[in-house]
């Protein structure tokens, strides 16, 4: 199910500012291109004053402060079942820190979506224009860029430190809801653990737990011990009090490690569902010893290459320098977490030595670790548009998680429940079955040429004209191509279908587009 | 003189009055002497844990018809211990007896062999159909009174039973009775003409008379054999590009068959995909699939699978079929709980269970679902819910699920796992504890090897065999008070 219960921090606020409200105080400070003259030499004194004062707090600032950054994104986010729509811009706050390179760290969900990206330094009030450069979803990281080189003027990178220790004491810095100014909470490792990372919802990475308050606005920030960066604040869990998440800096560092060849990769995975072995006739059955050692392959996702170098009952013992504990963890600077932490200290398309015991005896194995993108449509998606094809009004666009999300609870169950078998099960119970790309009927535009169908959308697409849908290019191919006078649309579940004249609708495309301001009736 | 006379005219309004309140005391009603109580006391499962059991009890209403028989809903009568009788609404209770009952309908006969419950009862007699303008009454006892509440006649339609995922007539009325649907008589024109089922809000669902009727006619002329239903989906024909592909002439008529899938009883499904159903029994469909029933007016064609038609009886179909007209006879089949992968019900049957060092195995059942609250459909796990939707087959016709891990040292490693469908125990396919049972007998060198259906959980287990999984079983019940290990049906009921 969708990762509802962690909820990534930045705020949002629907109905609070907009742009230009944001942008008038740089503005009246910085702007001498219009108004009176009076006017404006008043501005230009208030201009400096501010600047002046801004100059001085950055002078009295203690460091890691004034390498603080407050982020205002202006994001829009398309509209899942009516795909060439997008939703109001929504004013976004978080915070960032800058790195070396003249770089800022935030986290990826500070960002995403965003029109346009507003950067301030601390204590300044003027609005610096912000870039993405890169940014990592599955580690909820980003990297930006400020063209305007003033913006880096004596601000000192931040540097990366260790893994914390748990129950040490660590600093947050950001910019929370609740006020204008930096915020600083102080609190102690709690944990650290393998957790699920909410900005995608399907990826689990390393994460420490703080009882430092990281409240929305905090996302992005870094949290210091010893004036290095430990981390980036993160996500909360509902219902769970003083308690916040942090991005650890093996996460950051294997992040910037990837970008370093100038495109972002993403996390290896290695495509194993491991499970624990601590029955002792379990292991006595696979002719393992009865120690701690050894967790099993009980699941092998279809990737080619781990199919073909792990097989179902495979003991892995040792991945990487990490011994497998019988539970299924490595121990890490001292921290029991799950091992497929091990496999992520690779770049995506290296290879991690495995140690392994199968049918009795240890088999070494160097397998390859790629960044998984077969799951991509059950997390949360960003960067790419939804695709989507509209014809005769029936909108046609690929079943995701971001689609789920739209139906309401009015949504008949039978409707639901075959959509979220086809893309959270059937991959793994059926794979020779499972669709690469499921397409669903989201919607229909009501117009004259379907006034007569009784689906109205929300629908699994089985079949168009006989040929089984596969990916959206089949439902174009198969309406396109077509010869018949009639469309014959299947549906799941229970075959229910309906049909289109064919000639009819392609004359009233156009008019459907116009109608309901589509400029393009489909994005491929 | 003067107090003759004041006492002339004191007795003359004493008498005035009196007879004042003689006129005011309420007519006793006609229906007092047909409209029983009943009291069912039943057993109530706990799916998580079937070993235990909970009573609970239920007070409902009947009606008297002849024969000394009443007439209720089946509704909580199943896993009955104790049904007692109660007329006029007080004083003392009549053991009773259920003579008849069928989930499926929704309708229980009960009757009593104590002489002294049938004295001074009149049985009542069903109406017929109900018009728009009748005025009904629903009728019940409440504490000890014959409560009469008006209801407002909604329609006739067509709904799904309150036992059974059958489709089947139901009258709809308004009304602002409270706590009903427990077979409360519903009167118009001191007629019987339905009982209530269900009520939502203040919607109350009926069984309507002529439905009744025409179940106990067939009964009492022994050509009764359970409902019937067309085993097959369909949809109306609003589309006249899907009547255009068709090629159908003439006016837009007819439902079209969408998808059949293979009958439970394995005869040929005489109909097919894409035929468009005319006519069923000289009823003509119009393009929602409705018809004009002499009784109820406009219905769904899946009224006409239980009117007057049983399962095992022919119905009559004409239906267009690559371009022209064909007739077919469509046997109906019997509805079933059972047929269905995860069964709807499990009525007068204990929970099954096999315990075996302390992995508990269940047959997946929706009584099983239920055990996750009125919500079930939403808070079970999706999977286990899911499977409701497949259909059953030869080589799958049901789902055995080890349920949850009693915790031992014997199934340490273990423990958290639940909800998980068994696909194989020892190289056997599982469908059944009975299987399950077989497979347990011929251990893996040594290892009970368990494999879980293909999913995103846990696909296997193994748990040593022999002297210790028996040690284990019997630790395990004894620390977590369980009589026996297991519990199935009878034998007969495993052969059959």
């Known amino acids: 199910m969708a990762p509802a219960r962690r909820r990534p921090f930045s705020t949002s606020i629907v109905d609070g500012p907009n742009l230009s409200e944001i942008l008038d105080l740089g503005q009246r400070g910085l702007d001498h291109s219009g108004g009176a003259y009076h006017f404006q030499s008043v501005l230009k004194q208030i201009a400096t004053l501010l600047l002046a004062a801004a100059w001085l707090n950055l002078c009295q600032a203690a460091d890691p402060e004034r390498s603080v950054i407050q982020i205002f994104t202006f994001a829009q986010q398309p509209i899942w079942d009516a795909p060439w729509r997008f939703d109001a811009v929504r004013r976004m706050g978080g915070s960032g820190f800058v790195i070396k390179g003249k770089r800022i760290m935030t986290n990826a969900h500070v960002v995403s979506w965003g029109r346009q990206i507003i950067v301030r330094r601390y204590q300044d009030p003027r609005p610096y224009v912000a870039e993405v450069e890169y940014i990592g979803h599955d580690c909820d990281l980003a990297v930006l860029s400020v063209q305007d080189e003033h913006f880096f003027e004596n601000l000192e990178p931040l540097e990366l430190g260790d893994l914390p220790k748990v129950r040490s004491a660590v600093v947050t810095y950001g910019y929370p809801a609740g006020g204008e100014e930096i915020s ?12 699920t990372y909410a900005h995608i919802g399907n990826r689990r990475l390393l994460t420490c737990q703080t009882d430092a308050a990281i409240n929305p606005g905090n996302s992005g920030g870094p949290v210091i011990q010893d004036d290095r960066v430990v981390g980036v604040a993160f996500q909360g869990m509902a219902g769970l009090e003083n308690a916040g998440f942090f991005i650890p800096t093996t996460v950051i560092e294997h992040f910037l490690k990837d970008i370093e060849d100038k495109r972002y990769d993403g996390f290896p995975f290695a495509g194993i569902r491991l499970m624990p072995l601590q029955n002792p006739a379990y292991r006595s059955y696979l002719k393992l010893p009865d120690n701690d050692l050894g967790a099993r392959v009980d699941g092998i996702l279809p990737i080619p290459s781990t199919e073909k170098m792990l097989h179902f009952d495979d003991v892995l013992m040792r991945i990487g320098e990490f011994p497998v504990a019988s539970d299924g963890t490595i121990l890490y600077h001292g921290n029991r977490v799950s091992s497929a932490l091990a496999f992520q200290w690779a770049q995506a398309n290296e290879c991690v030595p495995v140690q392994v015991w199968r049918e009795g005896h240890q088999v070494d194995v160097s397998l390859p670790v790629v960044a998984y993108q077969g799951d991509r449509a ?47 099960y059937k991959k793994f119970e059926d794979p020779t079955n499972a669709r690469p790309e499921p397409i669903v009927l989201a919607s229909v535009l009501a117009d004259s040429v379907n006034a007569n169908l009784r689906v109205r959308g929300r629908t699994l697409v089985d079949r168009i004209n006989g040929t089984r849908v596969n990916q959206l290019e089949d439902v174009v191919k198969a309406l396109e191509n077509s010869t018949n006078d009639f469309d014959l649309l299947e549906f799941l579940p229970r075959d229910s279908f309906e049909t289109l004249d064919h000639a009819e609708v392609t004359k009233a495309n156009s008019r459907i587009l116009k109608t309901y301001g589509i400029s393009k009736d489909r994005r491929l | 003189m003067k107090s003759l006379l004041l006492l002339v005219t004191i007795l003359f309004i004493s008498a005035l009055c009196g007879q004042g309140q003689e006129s005011k005391r309420a007519q006793p009603s006609p229906w007092e002497k047909s409209v029983v109580s009943l ?198 024909a609003q589309n006249p590009a899907s009547l255009a592909r068709l090629k159908l002439t003439g006016d837009p008529r007819g439902a079209i068959v969408s998808s059949v899938p293979p009958r439970p009883d394995g005869l040929d499904p005489v109909i097919r995909t894409q035929d468009i159903i005319l006519n069923i029994d000289g009823h003509d469909l119009d393009i929602q699939g409705d018809y004009v029933d002499p009784e109820y007016g406009n219905m769904m064609l899946e009224a006409l699978a239980t009117r007057n038609k049983w399962a095992g009886d022919d119905v009559k179909m004409t239906i267009w079929r690559d371009g022209a007209l064909t007739n077919i006879v469509y046997k109906l089949p019997k509805f079933d709980y059972s047929v269905s992968l995860v069964p709807a019900a499990t009525f007068d049957h204990e929970p099954e269970y096999l315990i075996l060092g302390g992995l508990v195995f269940q047959p997946l059942t929706d009584s099983y679902l239920q055990s996750w609250g009125s919500d079930w459909r939403r808070r079970a796990p999706f999977r286990l819910v899911y499977y409701r939707t497949e259909q059953p087959t030869k080589e799958e016709p049901a789902l055995v699920l080890m349920s949850q891990v009693l915790p031992d040292p014997y199934n340490i490693g273990y423990q958290e796992q639940k909800c998980l469908v068994v696909d194989k125990i020892n190289g056997r396919h599982i469908s059944r504890l009975t299987d399950l049972r077989e497979a347990l007998d011929n251990p893996k060198n040594g290892y009970h090897v368990i494999e879980f259906a293909q999913s995103d959980s846990l696909r296997s287990i193994v748990l040593a065999a022999g002297d210790s999984e028996k040690e284990a079983t019997t630790r395990i019940l004894k620390r977590y008070g369980i009589d026996e290990s297991y519990h199935f049906e009878s034998k007969e009921k495993q052969e059959k």
């Open chain 1, 184 to 195: 600083y909470t102080r609190g102690v490792v709690s944990r650290i653990e393998m957790e």
């Open chain 1, 378 to 424: 059950a997390g949360y998606q960003y960067d790419s548009l939804p695709r989507y094809l509209v014809y005769g009004g029936l909108v046609f666009t690929p079943l995701s998680l971001d689609y789920l999300r739209t139906l309401g609870r009015n949504t008949p169950e039978i409707s639901i429940g075959e959509s979220y078998y086809e893309l959270y």
């Open chain 2, 39 to 236: 009291e069912v006391s039943r057993r109530q499962y706990d799916y998580y844990q079937p070993w235990t059991r909970k009573t609970s009890r239920v007070q409902k209403t009947g009606i008297l018809l002849d024969g000394r028989q009443i007439l209720t809903t089946a509704d909580e009568l199943f896993d009955r211990t104790l049904v007692r009788l109660q007329k006029n609404g007080r004083g003392r209770w009549y053991s009773g007896e259920v003579t008849w009952i069928d989930y499926y309908a929704n309708l229980a006969l009960v009757t009593t062999s104590e002489e002294g419950f049938w004295n001074g009862l009149k049985p009542a007699t069903f109406g017929g159909s109900v018009s728009e303008e009748a005025s009904l009454q629903i009728l019940r006892w409440r504490e000890g009174n014959l409560e009469n509440r008006r209801a407002e006649f909604t329609q006739y339609t067509v709904r799904e039973g309150q036992l059974a995922a059958l489709n089947v007539p139901v009258i709809e009325a308004d009304s602002d009775i409270q706590n009903a649907g427990w077979g409360e008589i519903v009167t118009a024109n001191s007629h019987v003409v339905a009982i209530l089922s269900s009520q939502e809000g203040r919607m109350c669902t009926s069984i309507p008379g002529p439905f009744i009727q025409s179940i106990l006619d067939a009964r009492q002329k022994d050509r009764y054999h359970g409902l019937g239903y067309f085993h097959f989906y369909w949809q109306g």
